[in-house]
């Protein structure tokens, strides 16, 4: 027979948050966050845009960064913070999640960095340092099998080539990862929280 022709469409995903806060009580013995900033998107990022946004992400809130050293010894967060950037069809977004009691706190300071690095730019050392980092890691996925078999998968679906991302790294610039990060709009984001069942 005939071949059948699906089409798929996303939703238009709006720009803006539902809420900028959610709460919720669970039996946890630590409060866990979730502090997410949505971005604008049009259509697919361009891997060097993905790798800009990461290395960003690392910049504000990375284990070598000032800030996460700074809130770490005044107890407001623990080992167990996480920085990321996600991106997919229709969505692009940072987020940092871990475990604390302050954590409205916490999500002012990550905006606080996040408009301070806006306004003076990233560090070269810090720029290159990160960039160094996320080179290595590169480096080292290509010593997992099942990692590279996911990363032939998401370069077809993504029209890239597997060793697209090496090159990049080599001539991405600190311009453009501050072009990038001008890009972040801080208000434009939700923090969720779980917090203490109270007995």
Do not use: W
């Not at 900028?20 to 013995?29: H, I, M, S």
């Not at 991302?165 to 990038?180: A, C, D, Q, R």
């Amino acid at each position: 027979g005939e071949p059948i022709k699906v089409e798929r469409k996303l939703p238009n995903e709006p720009i803006s948050v539902v809420s900028n806060y959610f709460e919720e009580k669970l039996a946890v013995a630590i409060p866990l966050f979730s502090f997410g900033i949505k971005m604008p998107i049009d259509g697919l990022e361009s891997l060097k845009t993905k790798i800009a946004d990461s290395i960003i992400a690392d910049c504000v809130m990375g284990k070598s960064s000032k800030l996460y050293n700074r809130l770490l010894e005044k107890g407001f967060i623990n080992k167990n913070l996480e920085c990321d950037f996600m991106h997919g069809p229709g969505y692009k977004l940072f987020v940092f999640t871990g475990e604390s009691r302050e954590a409205k706190k916490v999500v002012e300071e990550i905006k606080s960095e996040i408009l301070t690095l806006q306004e003076k730019g990233i560090k070269k050392e810090d720029y290159e340092r990160i960039l160094k980092m996320h080179y290595g890691r590169a480096i080292m996925d290509y010593n997992d099998i099942e990692g590279l078999g996911n990363d032939m998968v998401s370069c077809y679906f993504n029209g890239d080539r597997l060793y697209d991302e090496l090159k990049i790294y080599k001539k991405l610039t600190l311009g453009f990862v501050n072009k990038e990060l001008r890009n972040i709009d801080v208000y434009n984001s939700a923090l969720s929280v779980v917090s203490e069942v109270e007995m």
